[in-house]
């Protein structure tokens, strides 16, 4: 298929582990630079788009979900075998998504309040990100990821140059986009001032505070804002309640989560070694798949 | 795991026949099939989904419904407005909260948006490469290259009206509980108005073309479910009704359907209380609702002379879904030049214990939510039924039809062909909970000719 160009097409494929699809949709999403992309790249692997498959090689991989069965845990370092580059996207793959809340709890009771044979269910007690379980060349961060920072990431890898992703906090693209801070002026809480950009301060322009999507900015002092809060006159758990989201899991949001009682609706139990044996086997000096103490539980 | 499409694997010579599809593909999420054929006869028809549980309505306990808008949207990517839509009703009904009619209007709008997102995503990019013989519509794009960008055109339209009203295309941050954290204004919207007229003839141009698709041949009609309402083409309200003169109030799913776990699957499937397979989405709303199509889509529907078809073979399911991305377009169309911002875009409400459940008609069908919620309005019990799930017990019926129609053929297309049959129900496996894995296994051992 590859025709006698001057430079070879390089392989890309797009796999999956737990996750919504939102973020390899975004590649669907790019509808102007679509065809384009899939004449300059061999799109060898999309099983979303296309019934043509392959196991590999791959020069680059873009991976979606967090690690969150056995199965997967498994497959994803078959997948780094085969990847000279791996791209992890989105909140799920960097940090253990929305699901990753569960690792705050015991997992059979999880099961058994969603299905009536929780037997029948193969997971793992955790969903952790891929860096947990595999070296990790480049992440694009967002719940889902931003088209423009894919684009730049395609673009760059096309002509082998480093991807050019700004790194700021969302609070940084308000103020250059004039917005007013939702904060200051209406006393909504913001994750905005810790939370890396890359969504144009999406929630402070519609009006709302951001949830913190696109996961903690470098260095961010999320204990502070959380502090913050409670000056503020928030309890804990509303604290708490604010960074539990889709990148709760991230090591500085888990941090403050833990300091105010754990996220909503956590059961008292926890993840632990005994509701599945296959949770700490991988576990990464990172400690994704491990629990801390969790602080005070409620 | 890969690469093993199509393989035929001989279990005992001359006794077992086996087809096998590693992964069923161009659909979301991961999942496989199982079949066994006793001589011409299906005895049995599985559809396993191994899309990874991510406990979400575990998830949602001790949220807010603000908070839950925001959950659930993540359960699919590709229809994050119905999760964003079924859920606000819910809590709107609920805490009794009346919403201003420009916002009423601009859920509509929103919810128009998806379905053109989602419906020219299907019909092109993930169903059409089946009618025309090619693994995707990238590779298509190389003989069909007009097809394949008036597809991303519509689709564009579609994302671009969604990231106007939410900020962007896949999980939009604008619905809240009582409203919009923020509503357009009018000029927000002018260009892309003016784009829906170009819009509205590539949809009319899209139900003409996949009218002439050859399917498959299936006769299989089976009951419909599907939101009514008397005025209007059903997205957010209504009652649920089928074709068996059921007739509920949205919320009330439970009263007559139920969800069973079986084993070897991670999505609950649901029945009617006695049992019954039913089916939701495009081909269901096409027969329960097709007086309230926009009149250009009833039209093109008309036009095409499939209506009686469409009720009956799934294949043809391709045609209900442009019908309705015509009726989306026009509708979209219709919204834009009556809009008036409202005087607010949130009207404010008081949280209060009690069960807060709504359906809305996702791109895939019914979605019905319901949530136990206290007094602080946190929820602490949680019950979300896709249309995915609801439609497996639809998906297994069909293919237990259709397989003997096609046990002649050669393996490979044979399992294409189901393969195919799959596909035309746009199943959602990441919304059931993703992996399609098609086994057929001949009990009386007539090897595969294939």
């Known amino acids: ?31 102007d630079e679509l065809l ?29 979900g967090s690690v969150s069965t056995a199965d997967q845990a498994v497959e994803i370092v078959e997948l780094r075998k085969q990847a000279k580059r791996m791209v992890t996207i989105g909140a799920c793959a960097n940090h253990g998504g929305i699901q990753a809340l569960r690792n705050w709890s015991d997992h059979d009771a999880f099961r058994a309040a969603v299905y009536a044979h929780p037997e029948y269910i193969e997971s793992l007690a955790t969903a952790t990100p891929v860096s947990d379980y595999v070296t990790v060349d480049a992440e ?64 402070p322009r519609f009006g709302r505070g951001c949830y913190g999507c696109y996961g903690p900015k ?6 502070g804002l959380g502090r913050a809060f409670e000056y503020g006159g928030r309890e804990g758990a509303e604290v708490s309640r604010l960074f539990a989201g889709f990148t709760g899991w991230a090591p500085p949001f888990r941090e403050v989560i833990d300091a105010h009682g754990g996220p909503p609706g956590r059961t008292n139990g926890r993840a632990n070694d005994q509701t599945n044996g296959q949770a700490s086997d991988h576990a990464s000096d990172g400690g994704g798949a491990r629990m801390e103490d969790p602080g005070h539980a409620r | 795991m890969h690469g093993d499409d199509g393989m035929v694997a001989v279990g005992e010579p001359a006794t077992e026949r086996e087809f096998k599809v590693g992964y069923l593909t161009r659909v979301e999420g991961e999942g496989t099939l199982q079949l066994r054929v006793r001589g011409r006869e299906v005895v049995e028809a599985r559809l396993k989904i191994f899309e990874a549980p991510r406990y979400f309505e575990r998830l949602v306990v001790g949220r807010t419904g603000d908070e839950v808008i925001d959950i659930v949207a993540r359960i699919c990517g590709i229809c994050p407005i119905a999760y964003q839509m079924s859920a606000v009703h819910g809590f709107e009904h609920l805490y009794r909260v009346e919403i201003d009619p420009s916002v009423r209007a601009l859920r509509r709008l929103l919810y128009c948006a998806e379905w053109i997102q989602s419906h020219a995503l299907h019909v092109y990019l993930l169903h059409a490469p089946d009618f025309l013989g090619y693994p995707s519509a990238l590779a298509m794009a190389a003989d069909h290259r007009a097809v394949v960008e008036q597809g991303l055109a519509i689709k564009r339209v579609g994302n671009r009206l969604i990231t106007a009203l939410g900020g962007r295309p896949v999980h939009p941050i604008s619905v809240r509980v009582g409203g919009f954290s923020r ?18 003839e590539q949809s009319l141009a899209t139900v003409r073309l996949v009218a002439g698709w050859e399917p498959p041949a299936l006769q299989h009609p089976q009951p419909l479910v599907a939101l009514r309402h008397p005025a209007e083409y059903p997205y957010n309200d209504g ?63 008309a036009e095409t002379g499939l209506q009686d078809e469409i009720r009956t073979n799934i294949h043809r399911s391709i045609v209900a879904r442009a019908v309705e991305l015509l009726h989306a377009v026009a509708e979209a169309r219709d919204v834009i030049d009556a809009y008036r911002p409202p005087s607010e875009p949130r009207v404010p409400f008081t949280p209060r214990a009690g069960v807060a459940a709504w359906s809305t008609e996702a791109p895939r069908g019914l979605l019905h939510h319901r949530y136990e919620v206290d007094e602080q309005g946190h929820v602490t019990h949680a019950q979300i039924v896709p249309p ?4 497996q017990g639809a998906i297994e019926a069909d293919l237990a039809a259709f397989a003997p129609t096609v046990l002649d053929l050669p393996h490979t297309e044979a399992t294409h062909q189901m393969e195919m049959l799959i596909r035309a129900y746009d199943p959602c496996i990441s919304c059931a909970t993703h992996f399609l894995d098609l086994r057929i296994i001949d009990d009386r051992g007539k090897e595969g000719t294939g």
């Not at chain 1, 967002?142 to 088209?147: A, K, Q």
């Not at chain 1, 002026?185 to 969504?199: F, H, Y």
């Not at chain 2, 109030?249 to 609950?268: K, S, V, Y």
Request: aromatic share 2%; net charge negative; hydrophobic share 40%.
């Open chain 1, 1 to 31: 298929m590859p025709t006698a160009a001057a430079r070879p097409r390089l392989r890309v494929g797009v796999a999956k582990m737990a996750s919504c699809d939102g973020c390899q949709l975004t590649l669907l999403d790019l509808e």
């Open chain 1, 36 to 64: 384009g992309l899939a004449e300059r790249f061999e799109i060898v692997e999309f099983p979303e788009a296309s019934s043509a498959r392959s196991a590999g090689p791959f020069d680059v991989l873009l991976v979606e």
């Open chain 1, 140 to 203: 694009l961060n967002g719940c889902p990821i931003s088209p423009i920072q894919l684009r730049e990431l395609l673009a760059s890898v096309a002509i082998g140059r480093r991807p050019q992703i700004r790194e700021e906090s969302v609070c940084l693209a308000c103020k250059r986009r004039s917005v007013v801070c939702v904060m200051v002026s209406q006393g909504i809480p913001c994750l905005g001032p810790v939370t890396q950009s890359g969504c144009g301060a999406l929630c």
């Open chain 1, 218 to 223: 470098e260095q961010a002092n999320a204990a």
């Open chain 2, 183 to 200: 509503v357009p204004r009018r000029r927000e919207l002018d260009d892309i108005r003016h784009e829906l007229d170009t819009t509205v």
């Open chain 2, 239 to 301: 009652r649920i009704v089928s074709s068996d003169g059921l007739d509920l109030d949205p919320g009330a799913w439970g009263d007559a359907f139920e969800e069973h776990h079986l084993e070897g699957t991670n999505a609950l499937h649901a029945r009617t209380h006695d049992g019954q397979v039913y089916l939701l989405g495009p081909t269901a709303r096409i027969a329960l609702a097709s007086e309230q199509l926009h009149p250009l889509a009833a039209e093109a529907l």
């Open chain 2, 388 to 391: 995915t799930s609801q439609n």
